[in-house]
């Protein structure tokens, strides 16, 4: 079962470009051969789609042991298989932060600003802001995370492009509660 990061991004900068941007995010995840997938305003895929060698080798394909190699990648270590690509779900974890596409996505849009909560699997999906925000160096991105499951809070920015605050940590029960989650049963 998987468990499911809440996220809120703040996206700010001019109209135009905000336009632009909400824009360029709508979009659909690859199937993977499960059947059509409807387009949704917020798709990790439309900034950074999946390569076809990976889509074509599968969702699941790897199993842990691709989940292994995106570690080992992470931390800066050399892929035992270079000459054979992640699986779909170790991929998007790498250049997503998400073994899934974003879920459960709402936007609210105001003068110079752009609210859009979702949900993302097991962790709040900084490899993919990290990747968007250095495609729209005049927006600024915040966004907050939050999966008590895995005592997980994130908060980062990006202005500029460049990654300007990194936080990530186990949540505090204020915290906690500001994203309406029971203290008493954690």
Same mark, same amino acid.
């Given at each position: 079962? =998987?468990?499911?990061?809440?996220?809120?991004?703040?996206?700010?900068?001019?109209?135009?470009?905000?336009?632009?941007?909400? !824009?360029?995010?709508?979009?659909? !995840?690859?199937?993977?051969?499960?059947?059509?997938?409807?387009?949704? +305003?917020?798709?990790?895929? !439309?900034?950074?789609?999946?390569?076809?060698?990976?889509?074509?080798?599968?969702?699941?394909?790897?199993?842990?042991?691709?989940?292994?190699?995106?570690?080992?990648?992470? +931390?800066?270590?050399?892929?035992?298989?270079?000459?054979?690509?992640?699986?779909?779900? !170790?991929?998007?974890?790498?250049?997503?932060?998400? +073994?899934?596409?974003?879920?459960?996505?709402?936007?609210?849009?105001?003068?110079?600003?752009?609210?859009?909560?979702?949900?993302?699997?097991? +962790?709040?999906?900084?490899?993919?802001?990290?990747?968007?925000?250095?495609?729209?160096?005049?927006?600024?991105?915040?966004l907050w995370g939050i999966e008590p499951g895995n005592e997980l809070?994130?908060?980062?920015?990006?202005?500029?492009?460049?990654?300007?605050?990194?936080?990530?940590?186990?949540? =505090?029960?204020?915290?906690?509660?500001?994203?309406?989650?029971?203290?008493?049963?954690?």
């Open positions: 079962m =998987t468990n499911w990061c809440q996220n809120r991004l703040v996206v700010t900068g001019a109209d135009d470009a905000l336009g632009a941007w909400r !824009a360029a995010q709508r979009g659909v !995840a690859p199937t993977y051969d499960r059947g059509p997938v409807a387009a949704q +305003s917020l798709s990790f895929a !439309a900034q950074v789609p999946v390569p076809p060698e990976v889509v074509a080798r599968g969702y699941h394909a790897g199993g842990l042991g691709d989940l292994q190699r995106v570690v080992s990648l992470q +931390s800066g270590g050399v892929d035992p298989l270079p000459g054979v690509p992640l699986d779909g779900a !170790a991929w998007q974890t790498m250049h997503w932060g998400s +073994s899934r596409d974003a879920a459960d996505v709402e936007v609210v849009a105001e003068p110079g600003v752009l609210t859009v909560s979702f949900s993302s699997a097991w +962790s709040a999906p900084v490899p993919w802001l990290e990747t968007v925000g250095a495609l729209w160096p005049d927006l600024t991105f915040e809070f994130v908060h980062a920015r990006v202005e500029g492009g460049r990654v300007v605050l990194m936080d990530e940590r186990a949540p =505090t029960p204020e915290e906690l509660l500001a994203w309406g989650y029971d203290v008493d049963e954690m």
